[in-house]
């Protein structure tokens, strides 16, 4: 197998010269002509050894070890009456394995919430039923033993017992804009990174939630147009003021209480989390020991972990584990503690300075370390307790490719599970008999194959031989890596695309891509195929580069643009742009700049800190970090009243009489997350300092921009902006 793969590479890297066929924009951006296949919706089973996925409207089992499938467990088209016209968006099944929940008729609500209608199959049965006629519902969840499900409908939680056929309503108060029972708020949800505020005891007795109260939450408004959704037709002559809570840097957010819910005698207990209210409840979890809850408390501040262990009946509550940190503590470790028994938890922290995982004991207060190096951890997978064995990935060879570790509590049988280098992730069966090995790098796309835990291959389940063939008949490049050091003696990472036919001997415009987020990364060893080799075609030279502030260097490096973030960003994307000018194939006098969200906001702030930038392209940016939501921004600059100037000397708005440069706007007019009213009051900055520059906004189009022909639209017209003023 793996010479296979080697001559299908060989292949591909010599067909990426001599190919023929042209790229197109729309090949990219309308046609999606070129798709990798992967492998998706795999569910493992209780038994570890069969998975379930979703193909044709139908549930089927397959075996690991075969490929091959055991049985169809529920098909659709053979249901009764109107069921066999249900179309699956999603299904989970019950801890047990005897019945299924359906989703369909999904409508998303954010970025992870939606509502469905919910059906349930009973597979002993074979009968079809559905949850609720009441209108639709969010986050069903069947109890432990699955003769029970949760939900939340219009912010108010309810239980369906299935055996007598009988909802229960949980909670009374819930209304739009003030009370939610269940559910997180729009900025839990956005930046805390989940959708479900409630959890069933393991036993299923008890049902402990989160209770968001908005009332003192300010509103946000966004006038919503007719557009092209019919059910904005009643736009026509009087557009919709829609109205939703968002909770602006230093602004008041909710306050949330966490309750248990006693299935058995109906009455709600309130769980103690302190006095204080200003705060934030990122998580709940039931732990290992009996009948209690954790409860993760973080101050406004987010450098102050508590984990509280709540008694479920009393709702009294201890302080078990707490963490300071002088800067922030990242969300990503929220899901990370992993419950090993009563005494005992895993989780990552940066405690030496790296991200690695940690044994604590709440009883001696003892850490033990799981992992070392000067490296980061890159995601805690999971835990075996059969064996007491930590899977994990992590970057300790270089920071752009990401590698896969099993190793067991005491440190032993350290094992690389991972047979190429490149960038690596997995996903496990249950007990951990087997993994999914996802991989790719600069060179090799999507490469998907089923391992042991050894990490010994099994099969290979997508070689993605067909996209290759397809690929291979056009002319591209791949990307190059290289570092450079910047005035200030940092090392950077960052990789170029070259234009096809490269010639050393000749000069080429560059567009420099970004997003330079705080621990996001964008340069690393993945295959990416995208709209970045239309332009190598078109004759424009790709860079992207990973300033301060990135990922996978440790704590320091990634942390270092607290309380200014944007500034270290901003000097080393215009320290690389004058890398760049040194270089005998740059023409330095037409280097750009693009980015979307946070690249945009970098983008707007470049084009204002220097002239290097003959063009930029700020797609959805912030411009002052005063619009933006409390929970992100507070988390690397404190409040605007703890911090004005960190706020003010690196906003766009600030420096907008400093424009240098041709600058495009793009931002969509319903954009929840990044508000149109970044891009309209720098714009009112720009015209007021007399800086000419070109605006476009789409019609009720969210952070996201698309829909319809609106991202044909917006690339075209990126494409022909960077043409005119680079190549004119």
């Known amino acids: 197998m793996r010479k296979l793969l080697?001559?299908?590479?060989?292949?591909?890297?010599?067909?990426?010269?001599?190919?023929?066929?042209?790229?197109?924009?729309?090949?990219?951006?309308?046609?999606?002509?070129?798709?990798?296949?992967?492998?998706?919706?795999?569910?493992?089973?209780?038994?570890?050894?069969?998975?379930?996925?979703?193909?044709?409207?139908?549930?089927?089992?397959?075996?690991?070890?075969?490929?091959?499938?055991?049985?169809?467990?529920?098909?659709?088209?053979?249901?009764?009456?109107?069921?066999?016209?249900?179309?699956?968006?999603?299904?989970?099944?019950?801890?047990?394995?005897?019945?299924?929940?359906?989703?369909?008729?999904?409508?998303?609500?954010?970025?992870?919430?939606?509502?469905?209608?919910?059906?349930?199959?009973?597979?002993?049965?074979?009968?079809?039923?559905?949850?609720?006629?009441?209108?639709?519902q969010q986050l069903a969840t069947f109890s432990p033993n699955g003769d029970k499900v949760a939900f939340v409908r219009e912010n108010n939680l309810f239980i369906k017992d299935l055996n007598a056929n009988k909802e229960t309503q949980i909670t009374f108060d819930g209304k739009f804009n003030y009370i939610i029972n269940g559910a997180p708020d729009w900025v839990y949800e956005e930046e805390f990174g989940f959708n479900k505020g409630f959890q069933w005891s393991p036993d299923g007795t008890?049902?402990?939630?989160?209770?968001?109260?908005?009332?003192?939450?300010?509103?946000?408004?966004?006038?919503?147009?007719?557009?092209?959704?019919?059910?904005?037709?009643?736009?026509?002559?009087?557009?919709?003021?829609?109205?939703?809570?968002?909770?602006?840097?230093?602004?008041?957010?909710?306050?949330?209480?966490?309750?248990v819910y006693d299935i058995n005698t109906g009455k709600i207990t309130d769980m103690n989390v302190g006095p204080e209210t200003d705060q934030y409840i990122p998580r709940i979890f039931w732990t290992k020991k009996a009948n209690t809850l954790a409860i993760l408390r973080v101050n406004r501040l987010q450098n102050k972990l508590e984990i509280l262990y709540a008694d479920a009946d009393s709702g009294s509550s201890e302080v078990v584990y707490t963490e300071e940190n002088k800067y922030y503590i990242d969300e990503s470790n929220y899901d990370n503690i992993k419950f090993i028994d009563d005494k005992q938890f895993l989780l990552t922290s940066e405690r030496?300075?790296?991200?690695?995982?940690?044994?604590?004991?709440?009883?001696?207060?003892?850490?033990?370390q799981i992992t070392k190096g000067e490296w980061d951890v890159r995601s805690f997978d999971g835990f075996d307790p059969s064996t007491k064995t930590v899977f994990y990935t992590a970057s300790d060879i270089?920071?752009?490719?990401?590698?896969?570790?099993?190793?067991?509590l005491d440190g032993k049988k350290l094992t690389k599970l991972n047979s190429r280098d490149g960038t690596n992730s997995a996903v496990y069966s249950t007990g951990y008999k087997y993994f999914i090995n996802?991989?790719?790098?600069?060179?090799?796309?999507?490469?998907?194959?089923?391992?042991?835990?050894?990490?010994?291959?099994i099969r290979i389940l997508e070689d993605n031989k067909e996209y290759i063939e397809q690929i291979s008949e056009y002319d591209y490049t791949t990307k190059e890596f290289f570092t450079f050091t910047t005035p200030n003696g940092d090392v950077l990472n960052g990789y170029m695309l070259k234009p096809i036919n490269f010639n050393e001997n000749k000069k080429y415009p560059v567009v420099m891509t970004q997003y330079s987020g705080p621990n996001s990364q964008s340069v690393v060893d993945s295959w990416s195929f995208n709209w970045h080799n239309y332009l190598s075609q078109e004759g424009f030279l790709t860079v992207c580069i990973d300033p301060r502030g990135t990922a996978a260097r440790g704590e320091e490096f990634r942390k270092c643009t607290y309380l200014q973030i944007g500034k270290y960003e901003t000097e080393d994307?215009?320290?690389?742009?004058?890398?760049l000018q040194t270089l005998p194939y740059v023409d330095g006098d037409n280097i750009s700049i693009i980015g979307w969200s946070y690249g945009g906001f970098?983008?707007?702030?470049?084009?204002?800190?220097?002239?290097?930038?003959?063009?930029?392209?700020?797609?959805?940016?912030?411009?002052?970090?005063?619009?933006?939501?409390?929970?992100y921004t507070e988390r690397y600059m404190r409040t605007p009243q703890e911090n004005p100037n960190g706020y003010d000397d690196n906003s766009p708005i600030s420096h907008a009489e400093e424009l240098s440069g041709r600058l495009l706007l793009i931002h969509g007019t319903a954009d929840d997350n990044v508000h149109f009213q970044n891009s309209?009051?720098?714009?009112?900055?720009?015209?007021?300092?007399?800086?000419?520059?070109?605006?476009m906004c789409y019609n009720n189009r969210n952070h996201g921009i698309y829909g319809g022909n609106t991202s044909r639209h917006l690339y075209t017209k990126v494409v022909d902006f960077l043409k005119f003023n680079l190549m004119k």
């Open 206 to 259: 008890k049902l402990a939630f989160m209770r968001f109260d908005e009332s003192n939450v300010r509103m946000f408004n966004m006038t919503m147009y007719q557009g092209q959704k019919p059910s904005y037709d009643n736009n026509k002559l009087y557009p919709e003021n829609h109205t939703f809570k968002y909770p602006k840097a230093g602004e008041d957010n909710s306050i949330v209480t966490i309750k």
């Open 573 to 579: 994307q215009i320290s690389a742009a004058k890398y």
């Open 352 to 368: 030496d300075g790296y991200m690695h995982i940690y044994l604590y004991n709440i009883y001696t207060h003892e850490y033990k």
């Open 438 to 457: 996802y991989f790719s790098n600069s060179t090799t796309p999507n490469y998907v194959t089923l391992c042991n835990r050894s990490g010994k291959l």
């Open 602 to 631: 970098m983008v707007s702030l470049c084009m204002t800190k220097t002239d290097v930038f003959k063009a930029g392209v700020a797609v959805a940016p912030v411009t002052n970090w005063r619009y933006y939501d409390n929970i």
């Open 680 to 695: 309209i009051e720098f714009s009112e900055r720009l015209v007021q300092a007399n800086k000419q520059f070109d605006f």
């Open 6 to 136: 080697s001559v299908i590479i060989v292949s591909l890297v010599a067909l990426a010269t001599f190919g023929q066929k042209q790229l197109t924009l729309d090949d990219f951006v309308r046609n999606y002509t070129f798709r990798q296949n992967s492998v998706y919706g795999i569910v493992s089973m209780n038994d570890g050894v069969h998975y379930t996925t979703l193909e044709n409207n139908s549930i089927v089992k397959y075996s690991y070890e075969t490929g091959m499938p055991v049985e169809t467990i529920l098909d659709i088209s053979k249901a009764p009456d109107n069921y066999s016209k249900i179309r699956i968006a999603s299904y989970s099944m019950s801890e047990n394995e005897t019945k299924i929940l359906l989703a369909t008729n999904v409508e998303y609500i954010y970025r992870r919430s939606f509502t469905a209608d919910y059906y349930i199959y009973d597979i002993a049965k074979d009968s079809y039923s559905k949850l609720s006629d009441n209108g639709k």
């Open 398 to 408: 270089t920071p752009i490719q990401t590698n896969l570790y099993s190793v067991r």
